[in-house]
């Protein structure tokens, strides 16, 4: 009985290592300094993939003004009551001169 216990906790405890692993590596958010205001954003020329599948930056994105990004999810139902007011929002920031783009930080290429 205890060796079949053992059999059903071991992949849950290989799992939970696996996972504290992946954590430590990233460093810790007191470990990251944060950005002054007015500092260029870093990563502006790292390729992106659109829902089209076109390649951009976010230094291709940015408008004569600057660049708003949201950080979205359309899986998440409260992203999902406010995606109507994404292209309002969107004009707007054109009329401004600035550039508007959603990330998905939920999906991996």
Same mark, same amino acid.
């Given at each position: 009985?205890?060796?079949?216990?053992?059999?059903?906790v071991?992949p849950?405890v290989?799992?939970a290592?696996?996972?504290?692993?992946a954590?430590s590596?990233?460093p810790?958010?007191q470990?990251?300094?944060?950005l002054?205001? !007015?500092?260029?954003?870093p990563m502006?020329?790292?390729?992106?993939?659109?829902?089209e599948g076109?390649t951009l930056?976010?230094a291709?994105a940015? !408008?004569?003004?600057?660049l708003?990004v949201?950080?979205?999810c359309?899986t998440c139902?409260?992203?999902e009551a406010?995606?109507?007011?994404?292209?309002v929002?969107?004009?707007?920031?054109e009329?401004? !001169?600035? !550039?508007?783009?959603a990330?998905?930080?939920?999906?991996q290429?």
């Open positions: 009985m205890i060796r079949n216990r053992t059999l059903t071991l849950l290989v799992l290592v696996l996972v504290l692993a954590f590596s990233a810790a958010a470990d990251i300094d944060p002054e205001i !007015g500092a260029t954003a502006t020329d790292a390729p992106l993939v659109s829902t076109d930056t976010l291709e940015a !408008g004569e003004n600057g708003v949201m950080f979205t359309n139902p409260w992203v406010w995606e109507d007011r994404y292209p929002a969107a004009s707007a920031a009329e401004m !001169g600035i !550039g508007f783009i990330l998905n930080p939920n999906e290429l």
